[in-house]
């Protein structure tokens, strides 16, 4: 490719179909926004608790190539994704919204070799494979299936933790009323 060269910009459809087949083996940037509804990312669906008609992902995707000393540009892909989703709240057990925007960069490579050969160290782009039936939907649920709260949580104050979490308080009378097993086994000694 020819450094000077410059290159056609594909604008990307909205539609989630059209996302499932982009060649970025090809000498051409994209992009392209639109927005994802929770039913459009089943694996994303499957961790919600609930769907609500507003929840989804907007998203946005732009490539371009970048001049690397001693080597052929490389092309990178930027993807925004902002959005809402509902999950169980570990404290409480009911629904939370969980708001999510995420920006990631990534080096386009060929290989799982070149992958594998790229430096560690580069925290503000990681490397991704593509190839001529790249599946860009399934990147950016990947994207944010990875950016999920470990433990999803209402914020602090917001509400109460649940009564089977931290038990009831008459397991607590019940408990201080047993005899401490220790004393059982001294007066065992004693007698």
């Known amino acids: 490719m020819n450094r000077n060269q410059v290159l056609p910009q594909v604008e990307l459809s909205s539609e989630p179909s059209a996302l499932k087949r982009l060649d970025f083996c090809a000498p051409q940037s994209y992009k392209g926004a639109g927005f ?3 039913p459009d990312l089943p694996r994303v669906a499957e961790e ?8 989804g992902f907007d998203w946005s995707v732009q490539t371009h190539f970048e001049d690397s000393p001693g ?21 409480c057990l009911q629904d939370c919204a969980v708001d ?13 070799e070149e992958a594998d050969a790229y430096p560690l160290e580069d925290e503000e782009q990681e490397p991704l494979v593509v190839n001529q039936h790249f599946n860009l939907l399934e990147t950016i ?15 602090e104050g917001f509400c109460e ?3 089977s979490t931290f038990g ?24």
């Open 100 to 112: 999510m925007e995420e920006k990631r960069r990534f080096v386009l490579v060929a290989t799982d």
């Open 168 to 191: 009831d308080e008459g397991d607590e009378e019940t408990s201080n009323e047993r005899e401490n097993p220790f004393n059982i086994l001294k007066n065992m000694k004693k007698n």
């Open 48 to 55: 919600a608790s609930t769907i609500n008609p507003g929840d």
């Open 71 to 91: 080597s052929e540009p490389h092309q990178i892909l930027e993807l925004g994704l902002k959005g809402r989703l509902h999950l169980v709240c570990q404290r």
């Open 161 to 163: 933790p649940h009564a």
């Open 141 to 155: 649920e990947d994207e944010v299936l990875l950016s999920l709260p470990l433990i999803p949580k209402h914020p």
């Open 36 to 38: 994802l509804s929770i």
